[in-house]
């Protein structure tokens, strides 16, 4: 984040303090409320799009849609507004980075981080998608993750407002969007939310071998691919990548959408089943295609649906559907007889095989309970039932695991060739899963004490990749698996730290005490030189922390020695010259330059020549230099022309006595924003 230099209050209430990100249709900013005094996010319009009535109507009725969605994985919209035409939304501050800036370069997650945070981000769709909200634009961008590795989505529905007809060759707009299309949306079809299921199948794709699984050159290009274009699967991108959550993956990408997950809720199941260890649903489902089947789910998308994925694109004409009708050719019904015979006769004979096979005789069902899995079923085939026919359920019991709690049919009924046997299985004494504790930005020793509490192990693993959580050492930087997931107890918790000698960036301490810097710069491990510096500053007061050398943000490593530069107050400021200016005037250039202004009527000896309120004399002569922020005295002309007695002045007719000046009037006027004493106030700027 860079700091403001113009710190404009928007609608008397949010003042933006710093930049957080340029956009395609906005800048977003660091704000303070100042009615609750909080820090929020301020997405500002810009001015091009905010001259557009259509457009701001429909950002005013999405803005309000989103501030609809509570949920814990969605960023709260707090409010929205106009101030002098241009249009605002306010939205909770994140602490953390975009899944984006975590991907730069082509950088790849674990399978199990990707799992993670995708499941996240499903839960957060599936609540969307119940309130009739679909984001239409879900990609690494709009994902930002928390110090404590929670996923929070943002800009939701504001995507629905911009035509991609009027828009497409904006950059940032339809160029990042295009690249996580759905088929159905390139071709400007009605959408639901599996079109955000397969967006999300992007994401995750990108997630596991550091790309999308398309590109091109210009929107057009990459969109065309995603209505006819196949899939490379992950694994022959990245070998490591487990076949479960390819399958999940691949099942999200089908062209069709009813191949897709049915709601993002069943996906988001499906992912938290992969982290948990258990087959996954997507594992045998239509539209997972792998190796040479991944032509396979090309073909499964209607040629009509594919037509209108890309209007530009021309259908089968008319003409070229009439000439494949042709007459039956003489004979095909004579085969047809034949060929009905045929199978007649082939089930006649199946039939008399199953009613024979029905008959026959076996031994009575055994007695299983209490013994393993593998012995009950090889007792059953032994007496003649087929393997085919043997079904397992598992159940939590007191039984041993894996072993035998009860059968269907019970043991000594009869049993024949084609009897169903189901084996109902211990999968051991049920024990309530764990939560995972959030433990990133805690110390080691608080970690680990956290995950003990609650029946954990931890092991610690030094940092790989990037983690959301700044690093600096001897502080968790991210974990695995992330806050929240329900775990068996007794599991181990793998927490990242900076390894040894390691860099991480000097933290901001502008606007500390000297003091309270160096207690900040020390539980980072970092040391505070007695070298004091100094700088001038218009924005920092004298005496407090103005910057550091190295500067913040400089990589640096355990027990390095920074250095405070301090602020010795406002710098030196040219005054500007107000002689012979109205008074009001004066005050407006003095306050703008940065002065405090301090009025007092002139004596009338020095207004003889002079027009009534004009400024005739300044305590700081026009061109030299005070500190920026320091009190400059003007005396101005509250009557001309008339003097009293010897030796007094006379003031509106007045005339005082021998010696003596006729009243006069004092006004102090502050900088825009600058609060006086006694409660005074400078001007609003």
């Not at 119940?130 to 110090?147: A, E, M, Q, W, Y």
């Not at 991609?164 to 940032?172: F, K, P, Q, R, Y």
């Not at 295009?178 to 990108?206: C, H, K, N």
């Not at 698996?481 to 990242?496: D, E, H, L, N, R």
Request: net charge positive; charged share 15%.
């Amino acid at each position: 984040m860079e700091p403001v230099s113009d710190a404009r209050v928007y609608s008397h209430r949010y003042q933006v303090t710093h930049l957080i990100a340029r956009g395609g249709m906005a800048m977003v900013y660091r704000a303070q409320d100042l009615l609750l005094n909080r820090a929020v996010a301020l997405k500002i319009l810009y001015p091009e799009l905010s001259a557009d009535p259509l457009f701001v109507e429909r950002f005013r009725r999405e803005a309000q849609a989103a501030a609809k969605l509570s949920h814990p994985n969605i960023v709260p919209v707090f409010d929205w507004g106009e101030d002098e035409g241009t249009y605002f939304i306010v939205m909770e501050l994140i602490e953390g980075r975009s899944l984006a800036e975590v991907l730069r370069g082509g950088n790849v997650l674990t399978a199990s981080r990707t799992a993670q945070l995708a499941a996240q981000v499903a839960a957060a769709l599936n609540y969307a998608h119940r309130n009739g909200v679909v984001h239409r634009d879900v990609k690494p961008g709009n994902f930002l993750i928390t110090s404590d590795a929670q996923v929070k989505v943002t800009d939701f529905g504001i995507a629905q407002a911009m035509s991609s007809e009027d828009h497409l060759a904006e950059e940032g707009s339809v160029m990042g969007t295009a690249t996580y299309f759905s088929p159905e949306q390139a071709g400007g079809a009605a959408l639901d939310g599996r079109s955000d299921i397969y967006s999300l199948g992007i994401v995750m794709y990108e997630m596991l071998v550091g790309r999308p699984p398309f590109l091109g050159d210009t929107p057009l290009e990459v969109s065309t691919q995603h209505v006819h274009g196949t899939v490379t699967t992950p694994t022959e991108l990245n070998p490591s990548v487990p076949r479960d959550l390819e399958a999940i993956v691949m099942k999200s990408l089908s062209k069709s959408p009813e191949l897709r997950y049915a709601t993002a809720d069943e996906l988001r199941a499906d992912l938290l089943r992969f982290v948990d260890g258990q087959p996954v649903h997507a594992a045998g489902a239509v539209g997972a295609f792998f190796g040479s089947d991944a032509t396979q789910m090309v073909q499964a998308v209607p040629t009509g649906e594919r037509t209108q994925a890309v209007p530009i694109l021309k259908g089968p004409s008319t003409k070229a559907k009439k000439t494949k009708v042709k007459r039956p050719r003489r004979g095909v019904g004579a085969g047809l007889v034949w060929t009905l015979v045929v199978i007649l006769i082939a089930a006649a004979a199946l039939a008399g095989y199953l009613a024979i096979s029905t008959k026959k005789s076996l031994p009575n069902m055994p007695p299983l309970v209490g013994q393993s899995t593998a012995a009950a079923t090889s007792a059953l085939t032994h007496d003649g039932v087929k393997a085919s026919n043997i079904a397992t359920v598992k159940v939590f019991s007191k039984v041993g695991l894996n072993n035998v709690v009860k059968t269907s049919p019970v043991a000594g009924t009869k049993l024949t060739a084609t009897t169903k046997v189901t084996l109902t299985v211990s999968k051991g004494v049920y024990v309530p899963p764990v939560d995972v504790p959030g433990v990133t930005a805690l110390s080691l020793g608080a970690a680990e004490s956290a995950l003990t509490a609650r029946g954990l192990t931890s092991l610690v693993l030094p940092v790989t990749s990037s983690c959301p959580t700044p690093a600096a050492p001897n502080i968790v930087l991210c974990q695995s698996p992330v806050a929240g997931t329900p775990v068996k107890p007794q599991s181990q918790v793998i927490i990242y730290d900076l390894p040894p000698n390691g860099s991480f960036s000097v933290p901001a301490v502008s606007g500390d005490t000297p003091v309270a810097a160096g207690s900040l710069l020390g539980r980072e491990s970092i040391n505070v030189n007695s070298v004091q510096l100094y700088h001038c500053s218009n924005t920092i007061a004298k005496g407090l922390v103005y910057d550091t050398n190295p500067g913040v943000g400089s990589k640096v490593v355990a027990n390095t020695s920074v250095k405070l530069i301090l602020s010795n107050g406002g710098c030196p400021t040219i005054v500007p010259r107000v002689i012979n200016r109205l008074s009001t005037t004066a005050q407006t250039i003095l306050k703008n330059a940065g002065f405090f202004v301090v009025e007092n009527a002139a004596p009338a000896a020095m207004c003889a020549n002079a027009k009534l309120s004009a400024v005739v004399f300044q305590s700081v002569g026009p061109g030299l230099s005070a500190p920026y922020g320091s009190t400059i005295t003007v005396e101005y002309c509250q009557s001309v022309g008339a003097t009293g007695p010897t030796g007094a002045t006379g003031v509106t007719g007045v005339t005082g006595p021998t010696g003596v000046i006729g009243s006069t009037t004092t006004t102090t006027t502050f900088p825009t924003g600058v609060t006086g004493p006694s409660g005074s106030s400078g001007q609003p700027g």
